[in-house]
């Protein structure tokens, strides 16, 4: 509740209005069988007209009023809650943003979403409730009470025993709930996962004609997610028949006790009227109070969730951090790698990467190579940041990764990954993607990076839309895309990490020509299962299950890595490259 009570504190003076607005509006519903029973039982009795035709028209005021101001209220309500959860959600989205890979892998990709999507519509749908019905039904069963206890305490009092018996066993289910909704979230990000890996691998599985294989999976996920839906709505649907039975047997006592009051003159026959429509007005207030208690159970769920990403520590980004076009050039590599050991879960017992060691020079091609899962994607997920350095240390121009301002360091690389993404937009605005970059610089990217021809071979060119993933462009046209949203940012380093896997061998020696020639000011990190592809960066690293097995020039590296000279007589069909 810190959460929701957090996000609604900038509108505490509109909810207060809202709350007020609200107040007499339930307060003029309430005044209504007052009047009807001042009616019956005063004025009737005297034959005066106009005192009636008054007090009806006091009734029929009483109903506007009622009307107006609860409509006031609830599109108040209604403002405030859209602010509310506009705010949630762009604080949430920017704060997953901020994390790290590593509670991205611990919190989950479909998790996040689930939290970003459905619990932040459970918050949304609880606060709307709590403005409108939230506030309407307390007042009633207070107010109902209240004039009840004016009119006839003895039938009131029939009233208040049966209250406390409500309460309890409302605390009582609601507390049982409460984590049986959790369940229900935590299984939906199961199913959230299920389907956007179905979705993502529908070629593959139709290919291998998989669909009632998946189907069976799904089913099971299903299954359990109703099963949860079930049980916890088991566990709520017992309040509101339990609570109608209790409160429907207050009205027969009553009914019985008021007749005999009745008849022995002790009350009159418009009190009893007024009295059962306030006892059914606190009857439908405890329903009504019922459906909050459900809805409240499900949000609370949902705001631990969402408070939970809010509490998770991000990375230090923080002013006092050092700014990477802060430090002095000085004869420090760019890069230093000393000693680093990781391993991407504590619990696991071998490292990823152990007592890795190198070095990377200004304006230095530098190149990785190994086989998949050696760790070279690893060493860019540190370099960048992505995850934390636990062992050994990494520097940049002499200073440790650590003390350097995290956005300013990812500035600083021109960044093409194995997977990268395309976006649903133009190919300007995939290219360009939200950065400050001259329609020049694009062009001079596209154009090193030889996606140029075919963006101008549509009719569109770079206004050309494309679809999501870039389903409607090939695989090496979307690597060559991704070449060119690195190389259009001002940076120091360009990382292709395994970036022209999908290109042929003679573009890709023409991409990295392009390279060398047009960006020969700043250092490059090329990672490729490819010699081809590192065979003439100034310095190669071989690694093979996270561990150097050599550093040097492609010459000194056929020379001296059993290892390399194989994968290059593999590859290259034998023969020494010079």
């Not at 050092?322 to 230093?336: A, C, F, H, M, R």
Request: aromatic residues 8%.
């Amino acid at each position: 509740m810190k959460l929701i009570i957090r996000y609604l504190k900038p509108y505490k003076l509109r909810l207060l209005i809202g709350f007020t607005i609200k107040l007499i509006g339930t307060l003029a519903d309430l005044v209504i069988p007052y009047l009807l029973s001042y009616i019956i039982d005063e004025i009737l009795p005297t034959k005066d007209l106009r005192l009636v035709i008054i007090y009806g028209l006091a009734m029929i005021a009483s109903s506007i009023i009622c009307f107006l101001f609860n409509v006031w209220a609830n599109q108040m309500a209604s403002y405030i809650c859209k602010l509310f959860t506009t705010n949630l959600r762009h604080d949430l989205f920017e704060k997953i943003n901020t994390l790290s890979s590593s509670q991205y892998d611990e919190i989950t990709m479909p998790s996040l979403i689930s939290r970003m999507t459905t619990d932040t519509y459970n918050v949304h749908h609880m606060v709307g409730m709590m403005q409108r019905i939230g506030v309407r039904a307390p007042i009633l069963l207070i107010g109902g009470v209240i004039i009840t206890a004016f009119q006839d305490l003895t039938l009131t009092l029939i009233l208040v025993a049966i209250l406390p018996f409500i309460i309890l066993l409302s605390y009582l289910i609601t507390k049982k709930a409460i984590p049986l909704f959790t369940k229900v979230q935590n299984t939906l990000d199961l199913m959230v996962t299920e389907i956007r890996e179905n979705v993502t691998g529908i070629r593959v599985i139709k290919a291998l004609s998989k669909n009632e294989y998946e189907k069976e999976k799904f089913g099971k996920i299903n299954k359990q997610v109703m099963d949860l839906e079930i049980k916890s709505g088991n566990a709520m649907a017992k309040l509101s028949p339990i609570m109608s039975a209790l409160l429907n047997m207050g009205l027969v006592f009553v009914v019985v006790v008021g007749a005999f009051r009745v008849s022995n003159a002790a009350v009159g026959v418009g009190k009893i009227i007024s009295f059962t429509t306030y006892f059914t007005i606190i009857l439908n207030a405890c329903l009504t109070i019922t459906r909050i208690f459900v809805t409240f159970s499900r949000s609370a769920a949902s705001a631990m969730r969402i408070d939970y990403v809010f509490s998770v520590p991000t990375l230090d980004d923080t002013v006092d951090k050092i700014k990477v076009s802060d430090i002095e050039d000085n004869d420090n590599p760019l890069i230093e790698f000393k000693d680093v050991s990781f391993k991407y879960n504590d619990t696991s017992e071998e490292n990823v990467l152990s007592n890795i060691s190198f070095r990377i020079n200004k304006n230095e091609s530098f190149g990785i190579i190994g086989p998949t899962g050696c760790g070279k994607s690893t060493i860019i997920s540190l370099l960048m940041k992505f995850y934390d350095v636990k062992e050994g240390n990494i520097y940049i121009k002499g200073v440790d990764i650590n003390e350097i301002n995290t956005s300013s360091l990812r500035n600083m690389f021109g960044t093409c990954f194995q997977n990268d993404t395309i976006f649903t937009d133009t190919v300007l605005n995939n290219i360009k993607f939200g950065r400050d970059v001259s329609y020049d610089d694009v062009i001079k990217a596209s154009r090193n990076s030889l996606a140029e021809k075919f963006i101008l071979n549509h009719e569109d060119g770079y206004d050309y839309l494309l679809s999501p993933k870039g389903t409607n462009i090939s695989g090496g046209q979307k690597q060559r895309i991704f070449i060119s949203r690195a190389l259009a940012g001002s940076f120091d380093c360009l990382i292709l990490d395994d970036a022209t896997s999908a290109l042929d061998y003679k573009t890709d020696s023409i991409l990295r020509n392009n390279i060398k020639n047009n960006y020969s000011d700043i250092s490059t990190i090329i990672i490729a299962q490819r010699i081809s592809s590192i065979i003439n960066c100034d310095k190669i690293l071989m690694i093979e299950d996270g561990r150097i097995l050599g550093i040097g020039t492609h010459k000194e590296l056929m020379e001296s890595v059993d290892e390399y000279r194989s994968i290059y007589i593999s590859q290259m069909g034998g023969g020494m490259h010079e």
